[in-house]
């Protein structure tokens, strides 16, 4: 046996695939990682992480560093986009803390990216950039892994990490493209000259849109994401681009003026397409013999539950328990599957069902703003979510 050949490859650089890197060379396995791009870099913007994420990063010694780079809301606020008024309340804070045992956090993505790459670094894991994954072949005991730049390696289990438009997956059969959601995202960052006295998350919501609002980088920063409804772009691979405020606007039409005047402050608006696939329904979609899918990859989904990036983190924190235990890898593997299919399926169905509910109008807009007033922090709080994955959950 080949001592240098990494047990494990992980194809992808992005959070699911730092977090697959640090979680599985923490159970003891030789890792190492390829990506495609040039250098490892996150778009600028930022990704709310709920208690269930945060835990696991806890536990991974990344709490220290997390808090001093991330902001904590004390609540969410659901606000209509129109009128500007307040449809309901969830506080978070010492609340979310208390009840889910780990905090609720704002963070800047390219933040929680440099955590975990230097989480992997520390632990001397290689990094190959400029490394596109081009063939996986499963073999007996083994996969053989080529990549464009003709880097060949035969881990014991590749790990695809490879995000929306992933080429691990055909590994596994699954060839049908991602689909078009019909939804744009306008994302903008406004820099702040003091720390944001507003410490909470805004959703304003609309018919056919709504707008996201939180401090990120410790409260130096406000995050906007504004999600309109929208045409299919001609290559929505190649689908990130610099955008004008006059067609967000254009696309929100008449909103309040505490909307519009935060809108306006955003120097640079980006825009991208949001894809997505239907929710999985088996355990085959995310594993089968020597190849495990994770994050994107394997379930992209509709960002309105906030919960992309924290899937791929609870996804690599499961699979690495599933590693350190007993059995065949087909077993292990399938084990992973099993655990998560059923977790992820239920975030990407409430995350498609968040969306509507967000961007209702009519009957339905009424019944929503009677629920939030009546019920607040009943409807608008997610326990079975943010209680996240326990030890316990892992059955034997
Ligand atoms: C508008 C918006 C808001 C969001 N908000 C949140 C939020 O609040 N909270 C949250 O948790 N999530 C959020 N998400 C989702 C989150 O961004 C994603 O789910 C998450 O980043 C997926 O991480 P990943 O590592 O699986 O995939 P990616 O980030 O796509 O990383 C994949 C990596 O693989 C590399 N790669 C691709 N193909 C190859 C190849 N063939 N060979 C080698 N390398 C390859 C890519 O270059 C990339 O670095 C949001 C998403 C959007 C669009």
Known sequence: MDMDAPEILVAGGGIGGLAAALALSRQGARVELIEQAPAFAEVGAGIQIGPNVTR?????????????????????????????????????????????????????????????????????????????????????????VRTE?????SPTLLVGADGLWSRSRQALGLNEPPRFSGHLAYRGLVPLAQPAAERQVTVWMGPRLHIVQYPVQAGRALNLVAIVHGELPANPQDWDHAAHAAHLFQALGPISRPLRQTLEAVPAWRLWALNDRPPLTSAAQMGQGAVALLGDAAHPMRPYLAQGAGMAI????????????????????????????PRNAQVQARAIRNGRIFHAHGPVSWGRNLAMGVLGAKVMDVPWLYKGLDSGSIPE
């Open 314 to 341: 609870e996804d690599a924190w499961v699979l690495a328990r599933c590693w350190s235990e007993k059995g065949s890898l087909a077993e292990r593997v399938q084990r992973y599957a099993a655990l998560r299919w």
């Open 149 to 153: 730049q003709e880097l060949s390696r």
């Open 56 to 144: 696991i990063l806890r536990e991974w010694g990344l709490e220290s560093e997390m808090r001093r780079v991330a902001s904590f809301p004390d609540g969410l606020r659901a606000r209509d986009a129109r009128s500007g008024r307040e449809l309901g309340h969830l506080p978070l804070g010492e609340r979310a803390e208390r009840l889910y045992g780990a905090p609720y956090a704002c963070i800047h993505r390219a933040d929680l990216h440099q955590l975990l790459l230097q989480a992997v670094q520390a632990r001397g894991v290689p990094l190959h950039l400029n490394q596109r994954l081009a063939e996986v072949q499963p073999s007996e005991g083994q996969v053989q």
